[in-house]
């Protein structure tokens, strides 16, 4: 079994930063993406940023220059550095991972439970 374990949410005021993080566990064998997907209150789960393993990232559009994505493939660990935070980035953010467990074979796809970033104006 995989598991996703995020932590770094909370309040904030607009312009102020954040930083997530999420830890990867389990029976890993290769972890070929690691990223963030955000869901506000009555949006659809949208895309924040991902990373391969060999480096490569995407961001959601309105994350860019403002958001940064690393990760740590031999810990398992992907961290959101949030700057400039604006109140329409409030919503639950999760983690999310693309992960071939040993023993198993094929790729499937993890998410986090979710942490909550509140961005006050």
């Known amino acids: 079994q995989v598991q996703l374990v995020e932590s770094g949410g909370g309040l904030v005021q607009a312009g102020g930063s954040l930083r997530l993080s999420c830890a990867a566990s389990g029976s890993i064998l290769n972890n070929n993406v690691m990223g963030w997907y955000r869901q506000g209150p009555g949006s659809q789960r949208e895309l924040v940023a991902r990373?391969?393993?060999?480096?490569?990232?995407k961001y959601g559009d309105y994350v860019k220059g403002r958001f940064t994505i690393s990760r740590d493939n031999v810990k398992n660990t992907v961290t959101l550095q949030m700057n400039s935070l604006k109140p329409e980035d409030t919503g639950v953010y999760y983690c999310?991972?693309?992960?071939?467990?040993?023993?198993?074979?094929?790729?499937?796809?993890?998410w986090g439970q979710g942490t909550q970033v509140t961005v006050s104006s």
């Open positions: 990373m391969n393993s060999g480096g490569s990232t």
């Open positions: 999310y991972a693309e992960i071939v467990q040993k023993d198993v074979g094929g790729e499937d796809e993890y």
